[in-house]
């Protein structure tokens, strides 16, 4: 069973729709969730992290599942630029890092 | 910003060769990785770093060896490049366990 798993997508919303991805992870005992968003051919960078009360950064809200072991990210109002690759990471203890493999979101004009 | 510099955005290497990725940060974050990144795969961990001279095996070092000489700088090296070696290859840092990662450019190495 993997660590962590995503559906791979692709989601194509609308500019103006709102989208939201899952991503369950199978230890109980994580500790800390990221949502990293990754364009073609580029490198990783940190969306943001995701706290237990959930949390909100513009047009983003990240909420965390402990009882049902799973992450999700909402997008608000889809832009173009949001098109990309969004990868859950989930950080088991120390330096143990689990990447989901990505769900791809592609923004329709 | 925390900026993490990889030696190489592309690299074409032949089949034997010994292959030497460069990774710099400059945040003094104790720990550093290098992952490669294959389509359907994820990232997968080939060796991380919590301080100099300390290195600890990912998922899947094999082929791999890791070098800290300095707390700023992470090395990458196949010993003998093998194709089943192209790939995309990250290195990240973060400031301890736990704490959000960040990625450098990437590498893109093709072995012939």
């Known amino acids: 069973r993997k660590e962590v798993e995503q559906d791979p997508g692709p989601f194509n919303v609308p500019e103006g729709a709102t989208v939201a991805f899952n991503c369950t992870y199978s230890?109980?005992?994580?500790?800390?969730f990221f949502w990293y968003r990754q364009d073609c051919r580029k490198e990783p960078k940190l969306l943001m992290s995701?706290?237990?009360s959930g949390n909100e950064d513009g047009r983003f809200t990240a909420q965390l599942n402990r009882a049902s072991q799973y992450i999700s990210l909402l997008i608000r109002d889809s832009k173009l630029s949001d098109s990309a690759t969004y990868l859950c990471v989930v950080n088991l203890t120390g330096n143990q890092f689990y990447f989901g493999t990505g769900t791809s979101l592609t923004v329709i004009p | 910003d925390v900026k993490v510099t990889q030696s190489s955005r592309y690299l074409v290497k032949r089949t034997g060769e010994k292959v030497f990725l460069e990774c710099v940060q400059d945040?003094?974050?104790?720990?550093m990785f290098w992952y490669r990144q294959d389509p359907g795969l994820g990232l997968r961990l080939i060796y991380f770093?919590?301080?100099?001279?300390?290195?600890e095996k990912g998922d899947i070092p094999e082929g791999y060896s890791v070098s800290r000489e300095k707390k700023e700088r992470f090395s990458l090296i196949l010993e003998s490049a093998s194709t089943n070696q192209t790939s995309m290859y990250l290195c990240?840092?973060?400031?301890?366990?736990?704490?959000?990662?960040?990625f450098g450019d990437g590498t893109r190495l093709s072995i012939l």
């Open positions: 770093s919590y301080d100099v001279k300390m290195k």
């Open positions: 990240a840092s973060s400031f301890y366990g736990g704490q959000p990662q960040h």
């Open positions: 945040m003094d974050h104790e720990n």
């Open positions: 230890n109980s005992a994580s500790q800390s």
């Open positions: 995701v706290y237990s």
